[in-house]
């Protein structure tokens, strides 16, 4: 049984203690401890090898003392088991030096085994489970099928993908079939990394907010539907779509039991647009960090007081930065245990 | 008197005949009659050379047919007046190589004399007014503080501004002076863009979507208020903050005539939140004018579906891109002119 599973209890509707609290890319290169690796091994080496993947895991379980640890990987580990050559060159981000343009390209992808392609993220979690020992619960992830075919087109990152979008409009067959295949992948994916060990699961459509809300629903919500479906008596799944705040009320309607929101929305219109059946996951500005900790203190009080008791996991809108210094990033989580409400 | 003054009049709350359309950055890249002269001129040369200016200003009017020309510069003029130098670099965005991070930094700015820093911006709005003969009405423009702000500091475009927005969190005394600076000049210089001939502003946030609501209120909105109010007697003012949906009723409160939306809002949404007694502007996702002509069209009609009769200038919701084919752009533009709803 777990020691600390305030995350599962909120996310299951339950009452609990106090609000949990976690960082989205909380194993990252704001830790020295992760440099140090960072330094010695490539990307997919540390992503790869189920060792160092559970070390950089558990690294902010110990030193910041998060509520839950979340896999070391990578959303781009998909594209690269469905068939793609993923580079990812540090400070640079992805390059798929041969993306998706045409019918053609897509006879290069399939949809993989995943035990064959992707047996190192299970492994990973199965030595990571081991070495929590049920101190806090694990978070399994997959990106949103719109966010990897918008890798999958573009061939690296973008602040529009309007190649990627273009894609989608002009051969929009096309675009269904190859959405169709990620989900079907992501599928499996993510059903084994709950077999494995993850306790929930969280998908990242880092993109999302790059659709109006008719597009969001037809190039991205419905295949997150499905995954959520599929996912419904594994574990329980949070959704994080970063910018779709107009879709929140259809997000909640998918049976995810949280949604993340990023800073740009006030914690009682993201309440009011989702409803009160689903967890809200979020919002601090992840610049805000950068602040003086009276200041940080300050405004994580504001942000639990204004997201109120219940259905509210603490975190940022968005990754951490890698140029937050560590005992600011230990008084944000601090800040959240300490809240007295 | 002008023979097309739709825009004017929809700003107004006046009954148009039809619904005026033009697109933001549309004396740009798309067009071969620009990249002809964008291939003989460097980017300054082309914005400070008033014959140059003109040229491109009304190149969309006659070559396209929109029912507002735009005047060809760049927000950026302004912190270039201020005292800092600007490179921009074709294709690789704007770069300042001596950004402001400190107390000190701010001593090398100042609050100039717009006639004699940016007279060839005046010159080139009275060769425009002569050239357009009254056929359309000239948009003027600038920056908001808050969008010059995170240049003037981050130095460069970025995802995230997140120099700019740790400069504002950690030195919030020295980030409200510098936007005061860049307001008093703002001011001065739309002020003087209405005195040589242009017909209305829009102050352009490019960058108010990275800040959440009260950040948004605090250090970028209070700012643009005060040039709403001070252009109130003098021409109509469109704000568009890229993404800061959630601020549409407190930019509404301005007393600003016309709000830019993205495509990232239904048009009913957006009335709801910014009210009756405004204009809406935009909202086509800039990407969709890379589908088939048909595409655009019914799209169009959609969206001028969604907006009704009344209070709507149809443009796109953020900048054309520079790969839209020329008949594209012209069918996005016939579709409003030729719609009946």
Redesign the interface.
Known sequence: MLQNDLLLKVLRGEQAERTPVWMMRQAGRYLPEYMVLREKYGFFERCQTPELACEITIQPVNIIGVDAAILFSDILVVPQAMGLEVQLVESKGPYLPDPIKTQKDLTRVRVPDVQETLGYVFDAIKLIKRELNNRVPLIGFAGAPWTILCYMVQGKGS??F?EA??FC??QPELAHTLLQMITDTTIAYLQAQVKAGADTVQIFDSWG?????A?FENLSLQYIRQIVTALKDLAPTIIFAK????SLASMAATGAQGLGID????PQ?ARQFAGNQVTLQGNF????L???IP?IQKEVKQMLDAFGSGRHIANL??GI?P?VPVDHARAFVDSVKNYKG
Not at 209 to 213: E, F, Q, T, Y
Not at 263 to 266: K, P
């Open positions: 602040k529009t309007d979008k273009a409009y002009t907010g790059l659709l109006g809300p597009d910018g779709a705040w107009h800073w740009c929305i006030s219109m500005d992840p610049a805000k950068l602040s003086p200041v809108g968005h930065l140029n």
